[in-house]
């Protein structure tokens, strides 16, 4: 199993790591027993993403995925942000190894929890955004 | 990055020098078939039993109890497999334990598929099984007992004398996987009355590819590779003279230098050991701290994750492992871990860091000089540690 250099690179100086205080939204996705934990921040003015910031416990794929997706939706407005997939984090990452691929399940997790957070604290609905999975293994089902 | 200091000799070791100087010509000068005629294969044959007295001596056997193999898995498949069908009569039960290599427990999975009962005996937090516990187990339908002589993740050793004496009060084979053992610890198979023991030579500085069990004259195990009368018949194939005249010189000189390897190798443990614990905080030492091997430490740092921490020390030119289950290549974490009792959380976070005669005292002071800011760099990006120390304020 190997990593891309973008994966090594995004590991070893990953972007955006932190808290938001106040943020507009909160996601935490997985669970300790498949041991990736991500915890995903973001700051929301007139409909866009100003800032995200994550925390997570995980593999290196775990970290690269968590700093790639939230790089990806820094300055994109909601509905730009709900395509950033587990796919396009992969495909920006240049690939994942196959038994690597649930990590960028849960980044995509992670995100929709932020921004489903954020809808519920707002009161607003958005299209195509279902409620966040809690159990990860379903997650792994569906590979 | 290049790797500058290797400590995961528990997954293998180079080629000693000595070692491959004494195998060279096997390849090019002394490349007859063992089992041919003329004059160089006599050259293959000379050495090749001259390995096996080397092997044998390395753990007080005879000569003709030693049967090569193509490493440690097939020692061990051949072991399990070999010791049921051939006392089919008696019984179909094994006794073996939670935390054995995988090539005991994959091969104890397919027996019970095919008709076979297995008793996995838990161990207690050190990793131990209870001699009380084995006893119990035992049934009259009982054909064989199978317990690691040292676990190759936490390094703990077993009560093998005592096993042997167990198993031998119940006229119940005994087998043990010595391939951490072998070489690094004293091992007397008369004194300790096993009956069968697997040994690897990779792991103490011979090639890769070549193993060895130890089958006590006047126990029958039915072999798992057929095809030619080599080995008695025990094990066909065109034997591996080059693996099998490395294993004999690298089992000879690590018997020899054993005394001041392990003196050096424990000094160093230790000093890793305590250094970590003292250094970085929630961490724990996983194994027994006395009764392991010389060379291995293994420690958990709550909140963060294996693999993480093994790229960074990779890219500190630092090789190690861990029983993480991103390392694992499943989701789940070491069974190991989990049967001495480990959370997820913690068993996620361990550290496997294991030495040999080559390792340094300035290898371990720049580990110890590392990790610390490794580990927290970690847990600053963690989440669960985010969490832990706000319910702690």
Not at chain 1, 68 to 73: D, F, G, R
Not at chain 1, 88 to 95: I, K, N, T
Not at chain 1, 114 to 140: C, F, M, R, S
Not at chain 2, 71 to 76: I, K, R, T, V
Request: hydrophobic share 40%.
């Amino acid at each position: 199993m190997e990593y891309s250099e973008k994966v090594m690179d995004h590991f070893m100086n990953p972007r955006n790591v932190g808290e938001i205080e106040n943020a507009s939204g909160v996601g935490q996705v997985g669970n300790m027993k498949c041991g990736d934990i991500m915890k995903v921040y973001l700051q929301i003015e007139d409909g866009k993403i100003v800032d995200a910031k994550f925390k997570t416990f995980g593999c290196g794929a775990a970290v690269a995925t968590s700093s790639m997706a939230t790089e990806l939706v820094k300055g994109k407005t909601i509905q730009e942000a709900l395509e950033v997939t587990n796919k396009a984090v992969m495909e920006a990452l240049d690939g994942l190894p196959p038994v690597k691929v649930h990590c960028s399940c849960l980044a995509e997790e992670a995100l929709h929890a932020a921004l489903w957070d954020y809808a519920q604290k707002n009161n607003i609905t958005i299209d195509g955004l279902k409620p966040p999975v809690n159990d990860v293994d379903e997650l792994h089902h569906h590979e | 990055m290049k790797t500058k200091l290797y400590f995961d000799n528990a997954a293998t070791t180079p080629v000693r020098e000595e070692v491959l100087q004494e195998i060279l010509p096997y390849f090019r000068e002394h490349y007859g078939n063992a089992s041919s005629v003329y004059a160089i294969a006599k050259e293959s044959k000379k050495a090749l039993e001259k390995a096996r007295a080397q092997v044998a001596a390395a753990i007080n056997a005879q000569p003709e109890e030693i049967y090569f193999t193509a490493g440690g898995s097939e020692s061990d498949n051949t072991a399990l497999r070999g010791v049921v069908e051939a006392y089919a009569s008696k019984g179909n039960h094994i006794i073996t334990t939670k935390i054995e290599h995988h090539a005991i427990l994959h091969t104890a999975e397919y027996l019970e598929k095919h008709g076979a009962e297995v008793t996995y005996l838990n161990v207690d937090e050190y990793g131990k099984i209870s001699l009380e516990e084995l006893e119990k187990a035992i049934r009259p339908e009982t054909v064989l007992i199978s317990v690691m002589f040292a676990n190759n993740e936490i390094g703990t050793i077993q009560p093998i004398k005592e096993i042997g004496e167990i198993a031998r009060k119940h006229g119940v084979v005994f087998h043990t996987d010595a391939v951490q053992a072998v070489g690094h610890v004293p091992i007397d198979v008369e004194k300790m009355n096993i009956d069968l023991l697997s040994m690897s030579g990779h792991k103490l500085g011979a090639p890769k590819g070549i193993g060895a069990l130890y089958i006590r004259k006047g126990i029958k195990v039915e072999p798992l590779i057929f095809g030619g009368a080599q080995e008695k018949k025990q094990r066909a194939g065109t034997e591996n003279i080059p693996g099998i005249v490395g294993i004999g010189k690298a089992a000879e000189l690590a018997v020899a230098e054993m005394e001041g390897t392990t003196a050096k190798l424990v000094a160093l443990r230790d000093k890793l050991i305590n250094g970590i614990l003292e250094t970085i905080p929630y961490s724990r030492l996983n194994g027994h701290p006395t009764d392991r091997l010389p060379g291995n430490c293994n420690i958990s740092f709550s909140y963060i994750e294996g693999e993480s921490l093994l790229l960074l020390l990779d890219a500190l030119g630092i090789a190690a492992s861990s029983g993480s289950a991103c390392t694992s290549g499943s989701l789940d974490p070491s069974h190991v871990l989990m049967a001495i009792g480990l959370p997820h959380e913690t068993a996620h976070g361990s550290l496997r860091l294991t030495m040999d005669r080559d390792n340094t005292e300035e290898e371990v002071d720049f580990i110890l000089e590392k990790l610390p800011g490794i580990v927290q760099r970690l847990r600053d990006m963690s989440p669960v540690y985010e969490d832990a120390m706000k319910a702690n304020k």
